[in-house]
C-alpha cells in the first residue's frame, strides 16, 4: 500500500508542470470588426490592391458601458506598383498594417506588418492573388508592485489566396502561421494559428441601388482550449443608394446584430473616401462580452 501511495505521489508531482503549463496556454486571435466588408486586406493580405491604387483604411472598435476602456485601432495603408486598375497585366501591391487592443491601461497587444500582394489574370476579367504579411505582436501587461510589469515580442504572420473581378471576390487566408507564444509575465498566450473564408458580391438591381451580401468565417487550426476558439461568422446584407449612402445589418460573432450606416465617395475628383459607423448588441447572451459595441471605419481609395 505503501509503494502505491508513494508511486501516485511521484506520477502526480512528476505531471504537475505539465498540467500547470496546458492550464496557462490561452489562445489569442485578433479582435474581429463588424466592418470586416470595408477592411478585407486586414482579414487577408492577398486582397491588397485589388480595387485600387492607392488604399488607406482606419478602424476603432470600442465596448460601450462599464467596459469602454476595451478598444482596438487598426491602420491598413497599401500601395499599388502597377496604377492601371484591373489591368491585363500582372502586378504588385505593398503594404503596412499597424493594430492596437487595449484593455484599459493594463493589456495592451500590438501588432504590426509588412505585406506583399500579387495578382495576375487567370481569363478575362478572372484574376488570382495571393498575399503574405509577416511582422510581431509586441503584448504588454502592467503589473503589481510585487510582480512588475511584463513585455513580450513574438513573430507572426498571415497568407492568403483570392479570385475576384469586378462585381466579386472569394479569399481564403491562414493567419497566425507561427503559433508563436507570447509571455509577458506568467500567463502563455498562443497565436493559435486559424483559417478565414472571406466573400461578396456586388448585384446592381437598379441604376439607383446595390446590394452586397458578404461573410466571413473563421476556425481554429490547432486543438487548443475549446472555452477560448470557435468558430465564428459573419453574414452581412449591405445597400448602397446612388452609390452616396449605405445601410447594412447582419449577424457578427455569432451572436450578435450589427447595424451600419455610411457615406460614400465623399472626395470624387481626388478619391474616394467613406465614413461608416456602426453599433452591434447581443441577442443570445452565450459570452461573458455582452456590452454593446460601437465602430467606426473611415476608407479611402485613390
Known sequence: MKTLSKLYTLLILLTAPTILKAQDRIPQYPIRFTQFYNAYSIINPAWAGTYARLEMVLGNQRMLGNLSKVSTYFLNVNYRINRQILSQKPFSTIGITLYNDREGKYLNRTRFYALYAWHGTIRGNLRISGGLQIGGMNYSVKGTPLTGDGSDIKPDASVGIQLYNQVFHAGFSVNQVFNSEVRPLE?????????????????????????????????????????????????????????????????????????????DNLLQSTGNLHVYLSYSFVFRKNTNLSSPLFEIGISYFF
Open 187 to 263: 500567463e502563455i498566450t498562443v497565436l493559435a494559428p486559424y483559417a478565414t473564408v472571406a466573400a461578396d458580391i456586388w448585384l446592381k438591381t437598379t441604376e439607383w441601388l446595390v446590394i452586397s451580401p458578404a461573410l466571413s468565417f473563421q476556425f481554429p487550426l490547432t486543438g487548443e482550449d475549446s472555452r477560448y476558439s470557435k468558430n465564428l461568422f459573419d453574414i452581412v446584407l449591405l445597400f448602397k443608394f446612388q452609390e452616396k449612402f449605405s445601410i447594412s445589418s447582419g449577424i457578427h460573432n455569432n451572436d450578435r446584430i450589427a447595424i451600419t450606416a455610411g457615406i
